[in-house]
């Protein structure tokens, strides 16, 4: 069973910066792709951005210029860095890894507020 771990949310203020880290137990070379999806209460979740194992990366139009999604092989992890955080931002951040089925982690809070 593939295991994903996020880590690195927390309180920042508006126009701060966080870097979220997701370990998989698995290497993500397995994965077709892996992304970040976040959901706000109250709200679907969505997608943030998708780091395909081929291609361009994909990003939401609310995070385009501020967020980049990156990935390390040697240490089974994908990254978003998040930078100019505005409240709206706010949410539980999930990752996720697609194989033949989709994998989640447990998410990490992040809190954009003064």
Known sequence: QVQL?????????????LRLSCASSESIFGFYDMGWYRQAPGKERELVA?????GSRIYADSVKGRFTASSDYASNS?????????????AVYYCQGRKSIVYWGQGTQVTVSS
Do not use: A, F, H
């Open 78 to 90: 994908v990254y978003l860095q998040m930078n100019d955080l505005k409240p709206e931002d706010t």
């Open 5 to 17: 771990v996020e880590s690195g949310g927390g309180l920042v203020q508006p126009g701060g910066s």
């Open 50 to 54: 998708t780091i395909p194992r081929t």
